[in-house]
């Protein structure tokens, strides 16, 4: 027996119901119209999964529902069972839920078992895990579901949705990830179709450890695994990265890109239920195991896949290779779709970095660039949403296809700046003009002497003391104090710049000022705060500088930036210090530290939960082309430096996630920070309550 089943990548945005409930609305279409008699969709998907405290408030799970009845009066759940992501409340305790709806009634709740509160989640902070296991008991709905519905109450809890030729069940994100899966389970009771709908953020080298957890569920104890995620940012500094795949006994049928600039990506297969029988059937320790199962609760519908019995059945979707990305294109790729997000949806008129020559900033632009680059590749393509987002750029009679070549449309929306001085070099000032022309970029070189001078001259005429290099017999104090005169002032000029520069060239609005630090400079501390690595956001804040470093050499071939290859071979410099016949300023030297061991102290301090003592019992065995003194000293000397300059997480520019060691200081207040400032559907709310007050009070 066939059955055509659909999942789906939803590019949600956190507390974007208006839009939410579109995207949902078209993914459920789509899939029907691919003759999926099933559609699942990603975790909290009318909600937008990184609301984090706004899941606190009334108004959230209120609006959740006003988009499900929109969804289900709608007409789109006839002829397809659809499993919807949303926030809902039971017993005054807040639960994160599918929702199985068909024909536009509800046919079962299903509450989270497991939830995700370690590295970038804390889900316990606005959900309860449902306890009292595969049971149900009456959800009373809300009145304009009963009066949609017709029906007051309906099943929350864990059940099996019985249709009248297979058995399905749903888990949710997290539940895949952890030893005791619920999907052991439902194997084992007879589940033969187990949807995920997940909210899951990329990471570098994470998918490969997604992909196999997702074909050892289906492997195993055999059986069909659909998975659907969200795809793009929701809000927040996670990207979440799509990759929508179905499995079936072990092999993946079908599977959703990565890395994309669609708003709705749906993914179908034809399954073969019989082959899933065949499959359980011939392992004979899989049925003794089965027969002791607990049962799990059936809901049973008026439904089935097989639809006509007395047709030809379509073939079935055949086996393939899933496909991912080496991390130097997940860099390419996931930074830029988090840009492009961010653009359209906060209306910016661009961006702006100031473009040191370095490879840091240099980065930044390249991964602009490969933004471009995408979304110059959609508008050849004729992708709608991406074309009808780019048309706030375009000059008067001009067409959206002036876009299809990528360096037009990087001198639209990305400005940048070589801030130098008397200690900057040549070098860097052409290895930058060099990648702006590449890119596109529109881009200015100044040079800010005066301003420093100024700032010195003003110091000294109220101290009546004037400070000194190093270089020149200066302290230390003084060596830092007058190089964060030049850094804190590029960062103040970026902001100048950034918001006159649309003024100068006569076009609406400001630009975002993009930060230019790495997490490993983030852990070291070594960053000025409120320096030109400061930012509004910043897209490699959690990309370490060796994987940056083999990007740009990938960048250099695949994205056509020749100016890469001798950014990526000169050696890191601030360029703060005056440069002499026998000093040179190196950013290695200044921390005292290599880049490399300072990634290994990020890996142990946060991966392997290592103190000062572990670490160096760890390090001491790893490092043996060194002394045991030398490897104390170097521990010591980054755990100083580590504590010194902590209060400097709390100011990070926020920044995109790629690297589990990140030193991110998550805010205490969990709330995302790109809102969408129409708020159209809550403001909507807002004034139709003010109508029917007024009403009464006539």
Same mark, same amino acid.
Not at 165 to 186: G, K, N, R, W, Y
Not at 413 to 428: A, D, F, K, M, V
């Given at each position: 027996m066939k059955a055509v089943l659909a999942t789906c990548n939803l590019?949600?945005?956190?507390?974007?119901?208006e839009g939410n409930t579109a995207r949902i609305i078209e993914s459920i279409e789509i899939a029907k119209a691919r003759g999926a008699r099933y559609r699942l969709g990603p975790e909290l998907e009318i909600s937008g999964y990184s609301c984090e405290d706004h899941f606190l408030e009334l108004d959230t799970l209120q609006h959740s529902w006003e988009s499900l009845a929109c969804i289900l009066k709608g007409g789109h759940t006839d002829g397809i069972l659809c499993d919807i992501g949303m926030p809902v409340m039971h017993k005054n305790i807040r639960y994160n839920c599918r929702v199985f709806v068909f024909d536009g009634e509800i046919l079962?709740?299903?509450?989270?078992?497991?939830?995700?509160?370690?590295?970038?989640?804390?889900?316990?902070?606005?959900?309860?895990?449902?306890?009292?296991?595969?049971?149900?008991?009456p959800y009373t709905l809300p009145r304009e579901i009963r009066e949609l519905t017709g029906k007051h109450k309906v099943p929350i809890g864990i059940a099996g949705i019985a249709t009248a030729?297979?058995?399905?069940?749903?888990?949710?994100?997290?539940?895949?990830?952890?030893?005791?899966?619920?999907?052991?389970?439902?194997g084992n009771a007879g589940v033969e179709i187990i949807g995920n709908g997940s909210g899951s953020h990329h990471e570098l080298r994470k998918l490969d450890t997604r992909i196999a957890l997702i074909r050892n569920a289906?492997?195993?104890?055999?059986?069909?695994?659909?998975?659907?995620?969200?795809?793009?940012?929701?809000?927040?500094?996670?990207?979440?990265d799509g990759c929508a795949l179905i499995a079936q006994n072990g092999d993946i049928l079908a599977q959703g890109s990565q890395f994309s600039?669609?708003?709705?990506?749906? !993914?179908? &297969?034809?399954?073969? %239920?019989?082959?899933?029988?065949?499959y359980r059937g011939a392992k004979a320790s899989r049925a003794v195991q089965a027969s002791q199962t607990e049962r799990l609760p059936e809901i049973e519908v008026d439904f089935g896949f097989d639809t006509t019995p007395w047709a030809p059945a379509p073939p079935a979707s055949r086996k393939i290779e899933p496909h991912t990305h080496i991390p130097e294109e997940e860099i390419a790729y996931g930074p830029a779709c988090w840009l492009w997000d961010y653009l359209r949806r906060s209306g910016a008129a661009g961006y702006f970095i100031p473009l040191s020559g370095g490879a840091d900033s240099g980065a930044v632009a390249t991964l602009v660039g490969s933004m471009c680059q995408l979304v110059a590749k959609a508008i050849r393509a004729k992708d709608a949403s991406v074309t009808r987002d780019v048309s706030r750029w375009l000059a008067d009679n001009e067409t959206p296809d002036v876009?299809?070549?990528?360096? !037009?449309? &990087?001198?639209?929306? %990305?400005?940048?700046?070589?801030?130098?001085?008397?200690?900057?070099?040549?070098?860097?000032?052409?290895?930058?003009?060099?990648l702006a022309e590449q890119i596109g970029s529109d881009h200015l070189d100044i040079n800010m002497d005066g301003l420093v001078n100024a700032l010195q001259s003003l110091f000294t005429r109220i101290t009546h003391r004037k400070p000194k290099f190093k270089v020149e017999g200066g302290s230390y104090q003084e060596n830092q104090a007058l190089q964060n005169i030049q850094a804190r002032l590029r960062m103040v000029l970026s902001y100048l710049f950034a918001q006159m520069m649309p003024w100068v060239r006569n076009r609406e609005g400001t630009l975002l000022v993009l930060g230019t630090g790495n997490v490993d400079e983030a852990l070291r501390g070594?960053?000025?705060k409120y320096d030109c690595s400061s930012g509004d956001i910043n897209p490699i804040g959690g990309i370490s500088k060796l994987d940056l470093r083999r990007f740009l050499k990938w960048a250099e071939h695949h994205l056509g930036y020749a100016a890469l290859g001798e950014i990526v071979e000169a050696p890191p410099t601030a360029e703060l210090e005056p440069i002499t016949e026998t000093y040179t300023q190196t950013d290695e030297d200044d921390m005292g530290m290599t880049y490399a061991e300072l990634s290994r102290f990020g890996q142990l301090r946060k991966m392997e939960q290592c103190g000062p003592v572990r670490m160096f019992e760890r390090l001491v065995q790893e490092w043996e082309h060194i002394p045991p003194r030398e490897v104390a000293e170097k521990v010591k000397h980054f755990f100083r430096c580590y504590a010194i300059n902590r209060h400097k997480m709390t100011t990070l520019t926020p920044s995109y996630h790629a690297e589990s060691y990140s030193p991110d200081d998550n805010r205490f207040d969990l709330r995302q920070f790109l809102y969408n400032t129409r708020w159209t559907w809550q403001f909507r709310d807002i004034d139709a309550r003010v109508k029917k007050l007024e009403e009464v009070q006539q």
């Open positions: 590019n949600q945005w956190s507390l974007d119901f079962l709740i299903r509450p989270k078992m497991v939830l995700a509160s370690d590295g970038n989640y804390r889900e316990h902070r606005w959900f309860t895990a449902w306890t009292h296991g595969w049971t149900t008991e030729d297979t058995l399905l069940a749903a888990e949710t994100c997290e539940e895949l990830f952890v030893p005791m899966s619920p999907h052991i389970q439902f289906s492997a195993k104890n055999g059986g069909v695994y659909l998975y659907a995620n969200q795809q793009g940012c929701d809000g927040g500094r996670l990207y979440f600039l669609k708003d709705v990506e749906v !993914v179908t &297969a034809t399954v073969d %239920l019989h082959a899933v029988r065949s876009f299809s070549d990528p360096c !037009v449309l &990087a001198n639209r929306l %990305l400005y940048t700046c070589y801030i130098g001085t008397e200690n900057s070099s040549r070098e860097t000032r052409k290895r930058a003009k060099q070594y960053l000025t």
